[in-house]
């Protein structure tokens, strides 16, 4: 079967693991930069868009054991990305939250993608249907878990 022949779905997937991959190899230009590893950057991506999660939510947002959930925020924490704190609702509950430098960092890192990508010619009208079919996917994907 050749790549043409090929159920779109799966072209589509490779697409995006393939693209994952170029990010995530990428050696930023930008000094301010403080690279992460892959995990920690999944783990940051997630603590920046759910300020105040858990370590257990955390875990499961992402997908990984609660084991290597606590060494990437220790990580992020020893870094100065992220800083513990207590529930409102649940004093027990340790929250977790970026800091002003993660969110520059993040900030920065954002920057430079934008300049690798931002002179495909693409049709906002298409970029936000790829915002929906690869949310949709996501959202399927994580519903199976």
Not at 70 to 97: C, H, K, W, Y
Not at 107 to 117: F, G, K, T
């Amino acid at each position: 079967m050749t790549q043409d022949e090929r159920d779109p779905l799966i072209r589509l997937v490779e697409l995006a693991l393939h693209l994952s991959r170029r990010l995530e190899t990428h050696a930023f230009t930008d000094e301010r930069i403080t690279p992460l590893t892959p995990i920690d950057r999944l783990v940051m991506q997630h603590i920046d868009r759910h300020p105040g999660t858990t370590l257990s939510e955390l875990a499961e947002g992402v997908n990984l054991r609660m084991s290597n959930a606590s060494v990437a925020v220790s990580n992020l924490v020893a870094e100065g990305f992220v800083e513990r704190g207590r529930s409102d609702t649940d004093r027990r509950a340790i929250t977790l939250s970026p800091t002003r430098a993660a969110l520059e960092n993040v900030a920065l890192v954002h920057a430079e993608w934008l300049s690798l990508v931002r002179d495909v010619d693409l049709d906002p009208v298409e970029v936000q249907a790829a915002l929906r079919v690869f949310g949709a996917l996501d959202a399927h994907l994580s519903a199976d878990e």
